[in-house]
């Protein structure tokens, strides 16, 4: 076994294989980015060594900077974790020529499944079941048309290398075809610098379910049951469980060899994902292989009871499987969660911005929390969006599926925009708790799915009111405690009227509604009106944990502050409220200001300083996280002045143009 290794990865794959390295006694090096120094892989690694700027392309990307970093720390081995450069056959060649080991596939093996046309064509070789298709050298628009015509709409077309659901297009009749390969083209271009497509059969509802495989160097190989993955916005996955639901043994062995075969064919090592299209009368295709550990790798090790990444390290370092095919079983049911920042509401767009209040779960056996960030930690506009990884084990779905939605709801996140209230929605209608599912899951239910919980619920902003009530009496209470009359009346924050009962006006802002409340003081109590109705509600605060008694209901929650706003959170979910006067200051000290809506870097300016411009003019693009984000003028006028300029980088909520409206 080794003594030391590095991990060529950040977040919380980086963190997953160093406490499974301490377990194993064995020494773990970290590498970070300058945005990294400070992060959860760094400090619990034993060793951390700097490999450059923040853009992956500049330090996680560089693989002569890692392959330097493992030699000046006596790393014997690498382990690549997942995305960046584990399916990288260039570096798997590099670090062997180092003299350093690749804890992955040999190189052959990544580049035999790098294009997804040629891996289909291994596969077909192999007698492993191909969605009807072609995938053959002729990229002439008629030649893929004619394919297409001849197997029947819709189809599917899919650029030959690449992933996350980039180059890709459905097309359900012969007439938008030419369209729709010239939109994938391009992207296929742009994302991955080939616009090779291949054409396939689409599914109508097929359930997307993977199969988890290991081999050795000792001519073994096992599968580890199977993963239904079906659930994905984008084409990417966001809930995944094992084992799949309703899989006969007998198709559950049928995939399983199918894998096996998959990953002999190409003389595979360590881990692999063979993923299959499952249509609904069990048949199944091959649809691609990921050579790497993958992101939901989790739910496989809480029903098997294996620690993949020890798996990993062990065949690495030459030794055998630890189990064969008859010694594995299956133990009762997992789910995973990916717990995101990001706007499920808007299309998904990531989210930046500092984790104020971060509040997981507590673990247990049946509660395991995978994340690389901390309270106060930053979501970087340079890296994937996700912050954890929630995963839940039980003896059988329904009781897993009820420890997933309490979980989530006991998973507190304020500072940025996140998709729990997305995610325990999604796992909240009835087609879910019946496992009725396939790949258009989401876009199907929407309905149910994008909702917002009642943030009007009289109760919640009861708690909301009262919670700020609280708050006024402690501040009112420093101020008393340090004057000369501590017990004058003018002290109190109780609204204190001569003759009169106290009485207090406030306006909250939910989101965009602003509501007037009434909060009257009666003993040791509030009434609290508003157009909702009324609540006698009365408690205390103790930190973070607001006590409350609501017309005799007691109740504890969790209220937390921050960048002006407040996050409060109970069993039904989280409300997030400001005091609309203080929010009317921030407007009023802003206005004319447009701000950039998180980390990123301007690409382009469309306007110069002085020029006129009409409502929802572009003025410049920010590219962040990936995607572009147009900053447009809110009403006809000028602008005043610009404050960066092409290829600036720019902070979240950064003013960006100063403009001025016509009439001002």
Not at 546 to 561: I, N
Request: with cysteine; net charge negative.
């Amino acid at each position: 076994m080794f003594e030391k290794i590095l991990i060529a990865n950040r977040g919380e794959i980086a963190c997953r294989v160093i406490r499974t390295a301490r377990r194993l006694g064995i020494h773990s090096v970290a590498v970070y980015s300058e945005a990294d120094r400070h992060a959860l892989h760094v400090t619990m690694a034993d060793e951390a060594v700097p490999i450059g700027p923040a853009p992956a392309r500049d330090s996680y990307l560089c693989a002569d900077k890692i392959i330097a970093a493992a030699q000046r720390t006596g790393a014997q081995a690498i382990h690549p974790g997942y995305g960046f450069l584990s399916e990288n056959a260039a570096f798997a060649t590099a670090c062997a020529e180092a003299g350093i080991t690749f804890i992955g596939p040999p190189p052959q093996a990544i580049a035999a499944m790098g294009s997804k046309s040629a891996a289909k064509r291994l596969m077909e070789a192999a007698g492993v079941p191909l969605v009807p298709g072609y995938h053959g050298e002729d990229q002439d628009e008629a030649r893929l048309k004619q394919a297409a015509d001849a197997m029947g709409y819709p189809v599917l077309l899919k650029a030959t290398a690449g992933g996350g659901g980039k180059g890709m297009r459905v097309v359900t009749d012969a007439a938008e075809f030419g369209e729709a390969l010239a939109a994938a083209r391009r992207e296929a271009q742009s994302s991955f610098g080939n616009d090779a497509m291949l054409v396939e059969k689409y599914l109508t509802r097929p359930r997307h379910v993977e199969i988890q495989v290991f081999c050795d160097g000792h001519d073994n190989a096992v599968y580890l049951f199977e993963r239904d993955c079906s659930l994905q916005r984008r084409h990417q996955k966001v809930i995944e469980e094992a084992p799949a639901p309703g899989l006969s043994p007998v198709v559950r062995a049928q995939m399983g060899e199918a894998a096996v075969t998959a990953a002999r064919a190409i003389g595979y090592r360590g881990a692999g994902t063979v993923e299959f299209l499952l249509d609904t009368d069990d048949s199944f295709y091959f649809m691609e292989m990921n050579t790497r550990l993958q992101v939901e790798h989790p739910v496989t090790e809480m029903i098997t009871g294996q620690d993949l990444v020890e798996w990993q390290l062990r065949v690495a370092a030459g030794e055998p499987l630890p189990l064969a095919q008859d010694q594995l079983e299956i133990h009762g049911h997992a789910f995973e969660a990916r717990i995101y920042a990001e706007d499920a509401d808007q299309d998904f767009l990531p989210a930046t911005g500092t984790l104020a209040f971060l509040q997981p779960p507590e673990e247990s056996a049946h509660v395991r929390v995978d994340t690389g960030v901390l309270q106060g930690d930053s979501i970087s506009v340079h890296y994937d969006p996700m912050i954890a990884k929630l995963i839940v084990w039980d003896e059988d779905r329904d009781r897993a599926l009820t420890r997933l939605a309490r979980a989530l709801r006991d998973y507190r996140i304020a500072g940025t925009t996140t998709n729990v209230e997305f995610l325990y929605n999604l796992i909240s209608v009835p087609a879910f708790r019946a496992a009725d599912l396939d790949t258009g899951f989401i876009e199907r239910h929407r309905e149910q799915i994008f909702r917002s919980r009642d943030s009007e619920d009289p109760a919640l902003v009861a708690l909301a009111v009262l919670y700020l009530l609280l708050r006024r009496e402690l501040a009112a209470g420093d101020i008393a405690a340090t004057s000369l009359d501590p017990w004058s009346p003018w002290h109190s924050a109780r609204g204190w009227r001569c003759n009169e009962p106290g009485r207090q006006e406030l306006r909250l802002m939910i989101g965009a509604r602003e509501l007037c409340v009434a909060a009257t003081a009666a003993g040791d109590h509030y009434l609290i009106e508003s157009e909702l109705g009324q609540t006698q509600a009365s408690g205390g605060l103790d930190g973070e944990c607001l006590h409350a008694s609501l017309d005799g209901h007691r109740q504890a929650v969790t209220v937390t502050s921050h960048d002006g706003g407040h996050s409060l959170f109970t069993r039904d979910g989280a409300l997030h409220f400001q005091d609309a006067a203080a929010a009317a200051v921030d407007e009023e000290e802003t206005e004319g200001a447009l701000t950039a809506p998180m980390n990123g870097t301007v690409i382009a300016v469309r306007v110069a300083p002085g020029a006129t411009a009409a409502k929802g003019d572009v003025l410049l693009v920010l590219e962040a996280m990936k995607m572009e984000h147009s900053i447009r003028a809110p009403a006809d006028g000028v602008v005043a002045e610009l404050f960066y300029a092409e290829g600036d980088l720019v902070d979240g909520g950064a003013e960006l143009v100063r403009f001025e409206p016509a009439g001002d």
